[in-house]
């Protein structure tokens, strides 16, 4: 590549995220001939098929998230990984956990590994927050009462040592209030039922 190619390829490469895809790049103008150079050249690395990242970005923990979530943009963060983002668990979770509402297209994500549930297309935005998973790049999520309302009604899947874990850690942070933002989400989950004495347990 010669020296005006690849300052033509460098210009095209700042105009877009930290974090883009094949698509995004081609919207740039950039070739896959040229990703394959930048990859060569170690300006940009490949985190999942069609994700890449910048190599000049801010350093994060997150990237597995991030590659997840840029591949599938209408998913949402759960399960363990949701408790651990909240730092609800200690366990650092061997996949990317993700939801999509029931009935939507199911993403097949090999790398970085996925997990992938379907949850009911009503309450599918219940809890959804966004979290900055590296400095100007941020993920949508499950918040950390229904992160661990979901934990409770998954215990069988999941353990129910962690989900109880789980559970005290968000009460002994969150107090009062936390007990009352439970059992909103649980009431609209249909879980109270659930909810209601394993929080009593705890407190007890």
């Known amino acids: 590549?010669?020296?005006?190619?690849?300052?033509?390829?460098?210009?095209?490469?700042?105009?877009?995220?930290?974090?883009?895809?094949?698509?995004?790049?081609?919207?740039?103008?950039?070739?896959?001939?040229?990703?394959?150079?930048?990859?060569?050249?170690?300006?940009?690395?490949?985190?999942?098929?069609?994700?890449?990242?910048?190599?000049?970005?801010?350093?994060?923990?997150?990237?597995d998230l991030l590659a997840v979530c840029t591949r599938a943009p209408r998913a949402v963060v759960c399960g363990e990984s949701a408790l651990a983002l909240h730092e609800l668990i200690d366990d650092i979770p061997t996949a990317v956990h993700i939801a999509v509402p029931r009935g939507a297209r199911r993403p097949t994500i090999s790398y970085p590994p996925t997990v992938v549930a379907q949850y009911a297309p009503t309450t599918f935005a219940l809890g959804v927050e966004r979290f900055e998973a590296a400095p100007g790049e941020t993920i949508p999520v499950y918040n950390a009462a229904r992160s661990v309302v979901d934990a409770m009604r998954h215990r069988s899947r999941i353990g129910e040592t962690l989900a109880l874990s789980a559970l005290g850690r968000y009460l002994r942070r969150d107090g009062?209030?936390?007990?009352?933002?439970?059992?909103?989400?649980?009431?609209?989950?249909?879980?109270?039922s659930v909810i209601r004495p394993a929080v009593e347990a705890v407190l007890a």
Do not use: C, K, W
């Open 176 to 192: 009062r209030s936390g007990v009352s933002e439970l059992q909103h989400v649980a009431r609209e989950l249909g879980a109270l």
């Open 1 to 63: 590549m010669s020296g005006t190619e690849n300052s033509r390829v460098q210009q095209r490469l700042v105009g877009l995220s930290p974090t883009f895809t094949t698509a995004q790049a081609r919207q740039a103008r950039l070739s896959p001939r040229d990703l394959a150079h930048l990859v060569t050249e170690g300006e940009i690395d490949e985190l999942s098929r069609g994700v890449y990242r910048r190599t000049d970005a801010p350093e994060t923990a997150h990237v």
